[in-house]
């Protein structure tokens, strides 16, 4: 997916909300934001809107002078969500299919999100995605996959959303043993990172690995070969959240057997993807040809 001019007031956005976060003063924050807006003027018109705002967000975090401005969020949102996880798990462990219970735990996970919604209500989000179903919903070609056994990749998105996925976790592990939980090697806005994934508990249902970058989704070319292995090998992968999306809908590298578990929180994600902005989706990659 290719970066849109609409895509352009969420990069400052991202931008200045880092610049909060980590305590600059007003003056400062305009300093910073006129400087990058040069750079931000400058995207890659054939690159997603991910990987363009990484490269701006590297460079406000140098001039900020820290790499993890969203910390204390991330921790904060981690304790919000493993303290809903019995209540969830009971849910789940209660309904008529649990395992697609667990896919709407998991997308409405996805609300925490400081890029694209950061004053989100999880608890309300949580009770909308558990009585609606989503709207494009591509369940049975997931579960003829899934049913095939072998390896399943799940590629995490956010912080505190981490914690949910280890719901859907321990249902996919009904299915096969070669589990695979993916996440950041460093921080970026509040993506998940190894230290999450720990403290959520993921490495106790998974192998967890790291993508061998801190950019926002995938990019192919800057992963780490151990990615690369696990990706290709995986029967079955579970993309998440938007960042994800941006950057490996449509292509070869991510093939049919990817599907895209997100909250369509942006027009420009929702015309994308031909959803009403807000709504759930559980959608299966589409090939298509970038020549």
């Known amino acids: 997916m290719q970066v849109s001019v609409d895509c352009i007031p969420c ?64 921790e904060s949102s981690n304790r919000l969500a493993l303290s809903m996880r019995p209540f969830l798990d009971r849910v789940i462990g209660h309904s008529e299919d649990p395992l697609l219970t667990a896919i709407k735990v998991a997308v ?23 009585n609606r179903t989503p709207e494009r919903l591509d369940y049975r070609a997931f579960l003829d996959l899934l049913k095939k056994g072998g390896p399943v990749v799940v590629i995490g998105d956010n912080s505190g959303e981490i914690c949910f996925d280890f719901l859907l976790l321990a249902q996919l592990r009904k299915f096969t043993k070669e589990l695979f939980y993916v996440v950041k090697s460093g921080p970026i806005l509040n993506d998940a990172t190894l230290e ?7 490495d106790l249902l998974a192998t ?4 061998g970058n801190n950019y926002l989704g995938i990019v192919p070319d800057l992963s780490s070969e151990e990615f690369i292995r696990v990706f290709r090998e995986a029967h079955l992968v579970i993309a998440k959240g938007q960042a994800n999306y941006e950057t490996l809908e449509g292509t070869p590298f991510a093939g ?23 709504s759930s989706v559980l959608a299966q990659n589409r090939v298509r040809d970038y020549q």
């Open 11 to 74: 990069i400052i956005r991202q931008v200045i909300n880092s610049s909060r976060e980590a305590g600059v003063d007003p003056d400062e924050q305009y300093r910073i934001l006129t400087t990058l807006l040069p750079l931000i003027s400058r995207v890659d018109p054939l690159k997603s809107p991910a990987e363009n705002a990484s490269v701006i967000l590297f460079e406000a975090y140098r001039m900020i002078g820290n790499n993890d401005p969203f910390k204390k969020v991330k």
């Open 108 to 130: 409405a996970g996805n609300i925490i999100d400081v890029a694209a919604s950061p004053d989100h209500d999880v608890r309300a989000t949580l009770e909308e995605e558990l």
């Open 196 to 202: 999450d994934a720990q403290e959520a508990g993921i």
């Open 208 to 211: 967890v690995v790291t993508t």
């Open 256 to 278: 049919e057997k990817t599907f895209f578990l997100l909250l369509a929180k942006c027009p420009v994600i929702a015309n994308h993807l031909g959803v009403k902005c807000g």
